[in-house]
T-cell receptor, first 109, second 114 residues
Framework: GQNIDQPTEMTATEGAIVQINCTYQ??????LFWYQQHAGEAPTFLSY??LDGLEEKGRFSSFLSRSKGYSYLLLKELQMKDSASYLC??????????WGAGTKLIIKP | GAGVSQTPSNKVTEKGKYVELRCDPI?????LYWYRQSLGQGPEFLIY????????DSGLPNDRFFAVRPEGSVSTLKIQRTERGDSAVYLC????????????FGPGTRLTVT
């Protein structure tokens, strides 16, 4: 079967750094996405990795290791507005997105 | 420019009734996806259109669910004989030229079956 695992909830402090991990087992791999979803809103695109390594975009970075079936999203200089769920999704061999259940990130002052 | 829009934003219906949910994708986007999402879960794939045709409908849970996109833009998700288990947020997303492009999501329709 296909499986995406990420922690259910994480807590971090404003101004700090947090790393959200994602492991996956899918039938084929055609890229990994991270989306942010605020409560009651639709997911919005954050990052895309298809090759191994680190992709940096401002305060957010995403890392991929295809051999380990592993990715992480790194958020720096945390702000209160970063409180949201972070969804990991993998495109499988049919180019369909397989979604994780999301990690709820709580930022404390 | 305008993003993906969905109507209605909320729909409350009685068990056994028929409902239609509408999605207006971003202009020019050829790929359109329907998902449903329950609280605390990631989106669950339902169906994917490339142009007017359903390229993959493997996620539709049963034959009560049907979707159309007759002119390759607006899509309608139709649910017959609704059940309480159908209650969820139904999300629509579009992307410019199909996989592997990023998907842009609409605000969703919250369906409640009483």
């Amino acid at each position: 079967g296909q499986n995406i695992d990420q922690p259910t909830e994480m807590t971090a402090t404003e101004g700090a750094i947090v790393q959200i991990n994602c492991t996956y087992q899918t039938s084929g791999f055609n890229g990994l996405f991270w989306y942010q979803q605020h409560a009651g809103e639709a997911p919005t695109f954050l990052s895309y990795n298809v090759l191994d390594g680190l992709e940096e975009k401002g305060r957010f970075s995403s890392f991929l290791s295809r051999s380990k079936g592993y990715s992480y999203l790194l958020l720096k200089e945390l702000q209160m507005k970063d409180s949201a769920s972070y969804l990991c999704a993998v495109k499988d061999s049919n180019y369909q997105l397989i979604w994780g259940a999301g990690t709820k990130l709580i930022i404390k002052p | 420019g305008a993003g993906v829009s969905q109507t209605p934003s909320n729909k409350v219906t009685e068990k056994g009734k028929y409902v239609e949910l509408r999605c207006d994708p971003i202009s020019g986007h050829t790929a359109l996806y329907w998902y449903r999402q329950s609280l605390g879960q990631g989106p669950e794939f339902l169906i994917y259109f490339q142009g007017t045709g359903a390229a993959d409908d493997s996620g539709l849970p049963n034959d009560r669910f049907f979707a159309v996109r007759p002119e390759g833009s607006v899509s309608t998700l139709k649910i017959q004989r609704t059940e309480r288990g159908d209650s969820a947020v139904y999300l629509c997303a579009s992307s410019p030229s199909g996989p592997p492009d990023e998907q842009y999501f609409g605000p969703g329709t919250r369906l409640t079956v009483t």
